[in-house]
């Protein structure tokens, strides 16, 4: 991002600024009309790509180069035809209506600009994947084979992608222009108030002191900032620059230090209550309440970070590390007097299990975020404070709005082409109409996808390609959604393009993809729980209360199997082949028949008695 001094900075803190008191405005009193608000979100945003990303990443230039202005200026010009002429656009009967002449071009230049600000700031791989199915829909009947396409002529194609809501306009950037705008300016409030840094706070005076406190303070506070943040690498360097410095003084190899940083990190964008922009688009996709997403994301996460932590503690133990002194960290007392800063977060889960729309509910969260810093005079928020609370939070949207606009042209070309269908076509006769192969199929996609995507993209594309096989093999689309959704985000953390680990390898100073394995190893149970809840609704809470209560005891025992085979410790270490029956066991767990889960849990518990037991016994 180019660092602007001077004029022009102050003219982008009003642009942006006044982006957010829009956004806020439209969440108080009512969006306008679904494509309008897209639009107008979208022409808000564009300009703002080319003055504040150089056209070469990495660029340390202070001044804006005369192309640039061009290029926003220019891609004002679609957005403020379509807000201008908006009822005849919305009066026109596609497929009928012809397009004009202006909108072909204007149509043409929105494709242009928007990939040119895909590669900018998401980078090369969203913007060829945009640019080839924009491209497939007109030359798509010139592929060979299965890939051979319908012929559309070029006014068909730029209208699908500018002049409906099915194209850019489609709903991962309403998502984009509604929920993930107010709770990234919720985000704002939260870091200005004060209450992003009591959540370091909390998470150091009730972990710092065990064995490996350090990176138990980081999968607790990242657990905690993560879900607001919803982004793996932002969290990596918000939280990492801290905790990933403490796990190495205390002992911790570099390598295991950025591992344990990816891993908490990459699980906040599956930890409620906001689970970043993609859990917004999943209840859009699915026209379900948003907190129904959350009750079904619930008992992953805590299982994920649950075996995360174990994990953490084991090493501590098998290495022999302490953890911090007290006096390096904030009391128990003081963390606790400071409690009532959690009340906008606690307050925020209330309402949406309430059944608050997103939207009202994170205003109300941001008016409860300022009456609480009213409360800390070091963090007392005036004028001036939130203006910089709705300014922080507005500037980060550049990422998810783009990316949501250029998946968009996916969405509308597998919409209109029927590649969806192809797709299914080719992975029915991979899988050979056997579930479980189809599962790794679309969980091989959505990695790939994930590996040079941001989340949110990576998700709307698995979701787009992979959803409808798996709901046509009959898993529950929730279900569905979740699988593709969780493995577009451990992506983060699996080699050979592991984006949270390499952000974490170049804090700690070390291999990035040693790294990268390492915490493929802490997060194993994220590459497991979704073929559960694909074939166990109980692990999703959608079971009955019988079917609930099961997955929940069977996940706590895999927690503890998987822990064990992972670290190869108990109280001691111990030997391979007992690793393989804690692994085996815990496998077990995961089975949708309650007697093998029982089974599960039993045989855990035997192996944790008989081998803990058989290592005190060498030890005397």
């Not at 982004?231 to 990492?240: D, I, K, M, P, S």
């Not at 230090?257 to 689970?275: L, N």
């Not at 929940?552 to 108990?570: K, L, Q, V």
């Amino acid at each position: 991002m180019r660092k602007l001094s001077g004029p022009i900075e102050k003219i982008i803190y009003f642009y942006v600024l006044a982006m957010g008191l829009f956004h806020l405005y439209t969440a108080v009193f009512g969006t306008y009309e679904a494509y309008l608000q897209r639009m107008i979100h979208l022409t808000w945003v564009l300009p703002m790509v080319f003055v504040l990303y150089p056209a070469k990443r990495g660029s340390e230039s202070h001044s804006i180069p005369w192309y640039d202005w061009i290029l926003a200026l220019v891609s004002i010009l679609p957005g403020l035809y379509g807000i201008l002429m908006y009822e005849d656009i919305t009066m026109r009967i596609i497929q009928v209506d012809p397009v004009t002449t202006a909108q072909l071009i204007l149509g043409m230049i929105l494709l242009f600009v928007l990939l040119e600000a895909t590669r900018r700031i998401v980078g090369w791989p969203l913007a060829i994947i945009a640019g080839f199915f924009a491209g497939y829909m007109y030359f798509g009947h010139f592929m060979p084979g299965i890939l051979k396409g319908l012929s559309f002529t070029l006014p068909e194609v730029i209208e699908e992608i500018y002049l409906t809501d099915e194209g850019v306009f489609s709903i991962p950037l309403g998502v984009s222009a509604t929920f993930v705008m107010i709770f990234l300016i919720f985000g704002g409030f939260l870091e200005k108030s004060g209450i992003g840094e009591y959540f370091m706070e909390f998470a150091q005076a009730f972990t710092g002191t065990t064995p490996g406190g350090p990176a138990k303070i980081a999968v607790v506070s990242s657990a905690l900032f993560g879900s607001i943040s919803g982004a793996a690498v932002a969290n990596v360097y918000g939280t990492g620059t801290f905790t990933i410095p403490l796990m190495k003084r205390i002992g911790y190899p570099p390598f295991f230090a950025g591992a344990v940083e990816a891993v908490a990190s990459s699980g906040g964008q599956i930890m409620p209550p906001i689970m970043g922009a993609g859990a917004f688009i999943m209840a859009s996709l699915l026209g379900i309440q948003y907190r129904q997403v959350m009750i079904a994301a619930i008992l992953p996460a805590l299982l994920y970070y649950g075996a995360v932590l174990l994990m953490v503690h084991l090493g501590a133990l098998k290495n022999n590390l302490q953890g911090l002194s007290e006096k390096d960290l904030p009391s128990k007392a003081k963390a606790m007097r400071d409690i009532y800063k959690m009340i906008p977060i606690a307050g925020l889960v209330y309402l949406l299990l309430k059944g608050y729309t997103p939207m009202l509910a994170a205003v109300i969260g941001i008016v409860m975020a300022w009456i609480i810093s009213l409360l800390d005079k070091n963090n007392r928020m005036g004028p001036r404070a939130i203006c910089d609370a709705i300014y922080t939070g507005a500037k980060n949207i550049p990422v998810v709005c783009i990316a949501c606009a250029a998946a968009g042209i996916v969405v509308g070309s597998v919409a209109l082409t029927g590649f969806g269908f192809k797709f299914v076509g080719m992975v029915f006769s991979f899988a050979r109409d056997i579930p479980f192969i189809a599962l790794i199929l679309i969980m091989l996609v959505s990695l790939v996808l994930g590996m040079g995507l941001p989340t949110t993209g990576a998700y709307i594309l698995a979701a787009a390609l992979g959803v409808p096989v798996l709901v046509k093999l009959g898993f529950a689309p929730l279900a569905a959604h979740m699988f593709v959704f969780y493995f577009a985000i451990i992506s983060n953390i699996t080699p050979p393009v592991a984006l949270a680990a390499y952000a974490a390898s170049s804090i700690a100073g070390s291999d990035p993809n040693k790294t990268g394995f390492a915490a493929m190893r802490l997060g194993i149970l994220a590459f497991v729980v979704p073929f559960a809840f694909c074939y166990d609704k109980g692990f999703i809470l959608g079971a009955g209360m019988l079917g609930n209560t099961a997955a929940i005891f069977s996940g706590i025992f895999a927690i503890f199997a998987m822990g064990f085979a992972m670290m190869t410790f108990i109280k001691g270490p111990i030997k391979q082949w007992q690793r393989l029956v804690f692994a085996a066991s815990g496998l077990l767990c995961f089975s949708p028949l309650l007697s093998i889960k029982f089974l599960g849990m039993a045989s855990v518990t035997g192996a944790y008695f008989l081998f803990r037991n058989g290592y005190s016994r060498r030890s005397d």
